[in-house]
């Protein structure tokens, strides 16, 4: 495991060299809009992503947003998302992330969440707790949270909701203390540092989820779909996850 988590970071560390030149720059700037400059800030980190995992497991398979699959039905899977929060990328804003997952017979074994504008990672892996590094602090650890009345909920945008799910989503966030819009895969970092409480959305790729797992049950939560089963890279991509396990069944209620 430790010389996964070593690949992992490598590659989150390749992959940020290639981001950070462009986060609020001028080239950026001058697109308005424009999303070329970021498609191919998409395809050069995960080109140097792929690269180094292939170098070091060229028996491992990968899955990625910008180039597909390769050997996917392998033993180990890779599964990234170069930059995910591409309008948080794309207006400066530094909620966006990389994610690097890895499976192991299909169940993910290993995740790591870069925010390469503000040097925090995040990195869970089976059988350890969560690892933590921020110049900005932060207690890797999820907090108790036994009611959704009491609960911080967050979700990164209400349009990612089919017309089925969207008054499933209202029941759910009228029961919560508080909701915050936006934060793509940062928000379910600040889960694992208890200052969320619960994330739900909908319409996630593999490529969304399966890197923030392990980081989220490493924290001392849990990652299902919404009946509070365990994720699958053919479900709908229907996410709750939960600092306190014990909100599942509640949240699992209301979005029935």
Do not use: N
């Amino acid at each position: 495991m430790q010389d996964l988590i070593a690949a992992a970071e490598a590659a989150a560390d390749a992959a940020g060299a290639v981001i950070r030149p462009l986060f609020r720059s001028s080239l950026l700037v001058e697109a308005k809009g424009d999303a070329s400059p970021v498609t191919e800030a998409d395809r050069a980190a995960e080109r140097t992503i792929r690269a180094l995992l292939a170098e070091r497991f060229p028996d491992h398979g990968v899955i990625g947003e910008e180039y597909g699959e390769e050997r996917a039905g392998a033993e180990f899977v890779w599964v990234v998302d170069p930059i995910d929060g591409t309008r948080a990328f794309v207006t400066g804003r530094p909620v966006f992330g990389t994610l690097i997952g890895l499976m192991r017979h299909g169940r993910p074994v290993l995740g790591l969440i870069d925010q390469p504008a503000t040097g925090e990672r995040w990195i869970g892996a089976a059988g350890e707790g969560l690892r933590f590094r921020s110049p900005m602090g932060g207690t890797p650890h999820t907090r108790r949270c036994a009611a959704l009345a009491e609960a911080e909920l967050s979700c990164t945008s209400h349009e990612m909701f089919t017309p089925a799910e969207a008054p499933r989503f209202a029941r759910l966030k009228q029961s919560c203390r508080r909701v915050t819009w936006g934060g793509d895969c940062y928000a379910y970092g600040l889960l694992a540092l208890g200052l969320v409480d619960i994330v739900v959305e909908s319409d996630l790729k593999p490529w969304d989820w399966v890197a923030l797992a392990p980081v989220v049950e490493a924290a001392g939560g849990a990652m299902t779909d919404w009946q509070g089963q365990p994720l699958r890279l053919d479900g709908p991509g229907q996410v709750i996850a939960v600092g306190d396990p014990a909100l599942l069944p509640e949240a699992v209620a209301l979005l029935g």
